[in-house]
Structures are given as structure tokens and as C-alpha cells.
């Protein structure tokens, strides 16, 4: 009858090979960040009110003009809260002008821990920031250890909801 149809084309496997951990790289993001942490500043508190009174209020680490992380801050302690502990709090009076001076005296006590992340999904190492005994951020930094990676989300909210 007729012609039989050409072979379908071949599918192409994933990938299977993964470039090896550069520790070097690892190194160099730490140095990045270390050398960057004079530089960064605080921008200004980000505050949530939720519709049962509850307040939130994140603080942005900000290096040339663009978020890098957030820094939780518990309202009823009045310090920073652990990555990955947001505080909620009900009943509270916050004065941003206070937020912001105990921020910017622990923004002077921030120190670079000699550690990295990698994040694959992003291609980038994550260096984390310590205030006291906790890790109170972290810093992204491209692959090759030498640049930051800005959060261009918390940029955008740092810029559209908080009035410094």
C-alpha cells in the first residue's frame, strides 16, 4: 500500500554526569561574602499585619541598592530570630526606629560562617551569616564563588511595602 512511516527520532536521556564540587569555588564564595559584609547595610523593616493584630517583620540585608536575605526579627525578644523561625507576634507595640537601631547594632556583630551550601536548582553556594550562635541568613553566591546573587523578589517587596 503505501510507505512505512520513517523511524520516530530518539529521545535523549538526562544528563547523568554532574560537574565535581569545586572546592576552591566553595572558598572563594566564602571570601566573597566575607569581603562584601562591610559593605552591607540594613534596609528598612519590612512589617506584616495580619488581619488578627499578629505583626511580622522582616529585615532586609541590602548591598548596592538590592536585597540579599531577610533577617527575622522577634518583636517581644527584640533581637533576630533564627533562619527558618518567622515570629508572629499579637499584642505587641513596635517602634521601627527601634528595629532599626538593634538591627544596625547587630548588622556590626554579623559574621561570615566558614561553611557552604550548594543549591542545585540554582546553581549557586550559600554562605551563612551568624549573630551570635545563630544563623540568621544566608548569602547566595554564584558557582564560580565570585559574585553575589541579589533576592530580586525581596528587592521588589523591600521597594513596594516599606517606607524608610
Known sequence: MGEAPPPPPPV???ARWERP????????AVETVRSALPYITIGPPIMHYGPAGDVHIDV???YHD??????????IAKSPSPKGRPVHAWGVSVDRAEVVSIMEQVLKELRVVDAVEFRKPEDC?????????LIVAHIKVTSDGTQLVPDYHL?????RFASW
Not at 538590592?66 to 518583636?75: E, G, I, N, Q, S
Not at 528587592?155 to 521597594?159: F, N, P, V
Open 12 to 14: 535523549r536521556p538526562p
Open 21 to 28: 564540587i569545586d572546592l576552591g569555588a566553595a572558598q572563594r
Open 60 to 62: 532586609p540585608l541590602v
Open 66 to 75: 538590592v536585597a540579599l536575605d531577610r533577617v527575622h526579627f522577634d518583636p
Open 125 to 133: 553556594w550559600v554562605v551563612p551569616l551568624a549573630w551570635k550562635v
Open 155 to 159: 528587592t521588589a517587596e523591600m521597594r
